[in-house]
C-alpha cells in the first residue's frame, strides 16, 4: 500500500464494516440454532442438512472471492476492454458449473451417504486410499489458497482501521518486520471468520455468502452510472484510457503489454467455466442442494447475478482509469472508486462488501479443509467408533486449529499471491475434475484410472510450475497479469496455453487409459450408482460390508 | 453384469444436458475468441489504432459483438434451458446415515 497517499477513509466506513462484522457472527449464532437437530451432526454441520434453495446455490456459486473486487478492477483499470473477454467464460459458467456435474453429484451424494468429496470418491469408486489422497490434496491446494484470501482480508481492514487504533500496538520484538496496521488487521478477521464458521458451520458460511453477494450487487449498480458520468461518458472514458495506457486499453491484448493474447482468451474460457466445476467448493454445494428444480432455478438466478455485476463493474473500472489516472497501487482502485464517487456512508456499504466476499470465500474453505480433517482422517482412520458429541468438538477444534495455522502463516505471506492462487484453481481442477465427470458419467470407470487421473493432473500441474520457476519465465506471467514474483516462481505456458489445460487434459487421458488397463469396476457397486434402484437398495459401503444383500440390487 | 442395464432416467436425463451444456460452452469460446482476435486485437498485419475504434453507445464495437451480445445470447439460451429443458429428476434416497453406521460398523479404514 502506497503510505504517502493513503486513502482517505470515514468513520463511517469502519462502522459499516463493523455492522458487517457484526452481522457475520449474528448469522453463525442463527446458522447453529435453526440448523435440524433431526440430521446427524456432520450432515448438518458440514452439508447443511442438503437444503440449500436456488437463491443460496446461485449466490454461492458465483465464485467471488477478494480478487473479485480487488485484483479484477485492478485489471480492467490495467489493461482495458479486453478484461471482459478474460472474465467472458462467465457467460456460460452457470451452466457449466452447475449444470453439467450438478444432479449426478447430488445423486450420487444422496446414493452413497457421501458428505464430503472424498467421501463421494472413496463410495463412487470403492477405494480407500483414493479417499485418503483427496483429502491430502485439498488440504494442500485450499491451505495455499486461504493464504491469500487472509491476507487480502487483513489488507482490507487496515485500509479502513484508522491508524490510532493500532499505533499503541508493538510487533517491533517479532523475529521478522511486520506491518502494525496489517498485523492488527489480520487479527480481527481471523478472529471473526473462525468465530463464526467455527460456531455456525456450513450454513452460517452460506448465509453470510448470500448476504455479501447482495449488498456488492446493490454496491455495484449504484457505482455505475455514478463513474460513467464522472468520466463523462463510455467514450470519452475508452479515448482517455488510450491516451494514458496506450491503444491496448481499447483493443486487446492489454496496451501494448503480454496481457491476455489468443492462447489466454481460450484458456481462461477453461479456467472459469471448466474448471470452476472441479473445485471443491462447487462439488459440495452440489452435494447440498434441495433438489432439481432447485438446481435449475439456481443457474438462472446465476445467469442474471453475474449480467448484473460483472458487466457492471467492467463499465465501471474502464470509467475509472480517466478518473483517476495516476494510481500507483492499481489493486487500491476499488476502494480509491467507492471513496471519490459515493458518501461516506454509501462507501461504508460498499466497502464491506469485499471484506464479505474474502470472509465467506474463507469460511467455505475452512469447512471443506476441517471436514476432511474429522470426516475422512478422524473417524475413518482414527476413531470410526466416534460419538457424535466426540465429532461436534472435533469438528469445531479442527476449524479453529486450521482458522489459526492459516493466521499464523498470513502474518508473513509470500508476495506472490496471485500466482498461487492461479495455481491452487488450477490445480485443484486437474486433481477433481476428471474423476469426478468419468466417475458420474462412466460406467468403466474405476478406482485405478481415477488415481491415474488425480495423479497425473497434479503431477503435469506441478511440472509446468517447477519448469517455468527453474526457468524464470516470470516475464510471462504477465500474460494472466500476475505480477513477477521475487524468487522465480511462475509457470511455464506450453505453446502459450495456462497450465489447467494441459493438467486437465493428461488428467483425462490418464484417466481413460487407467481405467481401460485394469481389471472392470465391482458390477454390484456400479449398478447401484448407475442403474434404477428399488428403495430398498443399499448404499456402495453397506454393500462391502454385507454381500449377501446383493440381490436386493435391481 | 450380464443382465440388460436399466439406467437410472436421472443419469440419462443428466448426460444429454451436460453434452448440450458442452457443445455450448464450446460454441461459446470458440466464437468470442475468434471474433475478438480477428476485430478486436492488436496483431501482426492488424495495427489498430484510436482511429480504428467503432463505438456503439460508448463502447467498442469488438467488444459489444466480441463478448457482450453473445453474453446476453447464453442468458437468454440458460433461460430457455434452465426454465424448460432441463428435466426435474428425483435425486433419490437420502443414505447418510446408513454410512455413518457402516463406518462405525467397519472399523479403522472401513
Known sequence: MDNNNAIPTHPATLAALAIFTAVSLGLGVVANLVSSKKAGFLQKYFLGNRSLGAFAVALTAAVMSGGTFLGFPSFVYQYGWVVGLWIASYMVAPLTVLGVLGKRIGHLSRR????????????????????????????????????????????????????????????????????????????????????????????????????????????VLIMLPLAISKAGGLEMATLKGMEIAGDGFGFGPGAGRAFHPLTMSISFFVMWAISGMGQPSTMVRLMAFRDTRTLRYSMLYLTVYNMLVYIPLILIFVCSRSIMPGLTNSD?????????????????????????????????????????????????????????????RASYAATVVVGLVVGIFALKPPDFLQLIVVFASGGMASVFLMPALLGAFWRRANAQGALAAMLTGAAVTMALYVYGSILGHQEVDQMIGAKPSSNGFGAYYLLGFEPVIWGLLSSFIAGVIGSLVTPPPDPARVSLLFDAQPPSAPAPATLDLHPELESDIA | MSQPHHTDPLLRNSRREA??????????????????????????????????????????????WGYLVPWVVCAVFTFWFAGWYVVDDDLGYDHTAELESDIREGGVGG
Open chain 1, 332 to 392: 487500491e482502485v476499488m476502494p480509491r472508486m467507492v471513496v471519490t464517487l459515493a458518501n461516506p456512508y454509501l462507501a461504508g456499504l460498499i466497502l464491506a462488501a469485499p471484506y464479505g466476499a474474502v470472509l465467506s470465500t474463507v469460511s467455505g474453505f475452512l469447512l471443506i479443509i476441517s471436514s476432511g480433517l474429522v470426516r475422512d482422517v478422524y473417524q475413518r482412520f482414527i476413531r470410526p467408533a466416534a460419538t457424535e458429541r466426540e465429532i461436534a
Open chain 2, 19 to 64: 453434452i448440450i451444456i458442452g457443445l455450448t460452452w464450446l460454441a461459446a469460446t470458440t466464437y468470442c475468441c475468434a471474433y475478438s482476435y480477428f476485430f478486436g486485437y492488436i496483431r501482426e498485419g492488424q495495427q489498430l489504432t484510436k482511429a480504428d475504434l467503432n463505438m456503439i453507445f460508448g463502447v467498442p464495437s469488438w467488444v459489444v
Open chain 1, 112 to 219: 452413497t451417504g457421501a458428505i464430503t468429496l472424498p467421501d463421494l470418491f472413496r463410495e463412487r469408486f470403492g477405494s480407500p486410499l483414493l479417499g485418503l489422497l483427496t483429502s491430502l490434496f485439498i488440504i494442500f491446494f485450499l491451505s495455499c489458497f486461504l493464504v491469500a484470501q487472509f491476507k487480502a482480508g487483513g489488507v482490507l481492514m487496515k485500509i479502513v482501521l484508522p491508524s490510532s487504533t493500532y499505533d499503541w500496538a508493538n510487533v517491533e520484538n517479532f523475529a521478522v518486520t511486520l506491518d502494525k496496521g496489517y498485523v492488527i488487521g489480520l487479527l480481527i478477521f481471523t478472529t471473526t471468520v473462525v468465530a463464526y464458521t467455527a460456531y455456525g458451520g456450513f450454513l452460517a458460511a452460506i448465509w453470510t455468502d448470500v448476504f455479501q453477494s447482495i449488498i456488492m450487487a446493490i454496491g
